[in-house]
């Protein structure tokens, strides 16, 4: 089969850190594929590779066979690479439903400001991108929400509404930084349930970093475990688990999940 993302030898320092170093793993079309390790372990610099934001010393990434290492990451984004971030990256002051209208832009041809403005030629497009909206409105149950600043909302909603602005691109492969990261258990418990849901109705192929170890074991079909840069594993979660070194570098001595 082939992968439709493929990460080969990845590396990316900053300075004398390597962050990431030599990292290689494909990514199946519609799997939900989670990256652990501790805290520093190059997760989200990786995550960064894949989206663009930064380039790769080393490697290439590969998605549907056309490589992307050096594509500017709207680019990245048009090609169906969505993602949210681990401090949320939103537009606080404005409502909920133009932050999701936002993250819908990179498909409007007369420019998100433009087709708001104008009845004109935007008008018809515009329409059809509200719909979309609505749909993921309604998706995420959001409706009670949408008029408000984003800002004012509870931590676990905005992450929600980022999940929301992601998906507004219809993107092929979804990028989650640590999606669950300072919610409570309900809000976590509502968050896996849309990532699963968004993977069983549109396919979406999801790349998952997560520290909750329950949640990982529970939604991922496969584990990616790096450790100080370097993948040190990778496999099914409970192949994963198993896995000596995993238990050494980041679960502890005692295996705790
Ligand atoms: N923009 C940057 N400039 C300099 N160093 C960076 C930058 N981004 C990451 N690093 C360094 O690269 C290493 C990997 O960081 P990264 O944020 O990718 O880890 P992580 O696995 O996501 O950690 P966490 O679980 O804390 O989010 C760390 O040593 C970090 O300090
Ligand atoms: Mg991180």
């Known amino acids: 089969m082939t992968a439709q993302l493929e990460i080969r030898g990845v590396s990316k320092s900053f300075g004398g850190v390597q962050a990431v170093s030599r990292v290689s ?7 939900i594929l989670s990256i652990i390790g501790p805290n520093g372990a190059g997760k989200t610099t990786l ?18 066979g056309r490589e992307t ?3 500017a990451p709207p680019r990245v984004a048009a090609l169906g690479v969505a993602r949210t971030f681990q401090n949320i990256a939103l537009f606080r002051g404005m409502t909920v439903v133009d932050n999701l209208m936002l993250g819908r832009h990179i498909h409007m041809k007369n ?26 409105i309604d998706f995420l149950e959001i409706e009670a929400i949408r008029k408000r600043p984003v800002g004012s909302l509870p931590y676990g909603l905005q992450k929600r ?15 989650l930084d640590e999606p669950m990261g300072g919610t409570n258990h309900e809000e976590k418990e509502d968050m896996a349930r849309f990532i699963l849901d968004v993977n069983d109705e549109w396919g979406t192929t999801i790349i998952l970093i997560e520290h ?13 475990v790096l450790d ?10 409970a192949e994963v688990k198993a896995t000596p070194q995993v238990i050494k570098a980041y679960l502890g001595t005692k295996a705790t999940v």
């Open 25 to 31: 793993f494909d990514v199946q079309q519609g799997e």
């Open 228 to 237: 100080l840069g370097a993948k040190i594993a990778e496999g099914t979660p």
């Open 212 to 224: 909750d170890m329950g949640v990982v074991m529970d939604i991922s079909q496969r584990v990616i």
């Open 47 to 64: 995550l960064n590779c894949i989206s663009s934001v930064f380039h790769p010393e080393t490697g290439a990434i590969v998605l549907d």
């Open 111 to 136: 420019g998100v400001f433009r087709s708001m403005l104008y009845w004109g030629p935007g008008r018809r497009e515009e329409v059809a991108h509200r719909q979309v909206v609505e749909d993921i």
């Open 69 to 71: 290492t050096r594509l």
């Open 161 to 175: 509404v980022e999940l929301g602005r992601a998906l507004a691109l219809h993107p092929k492969v979804l990028l």
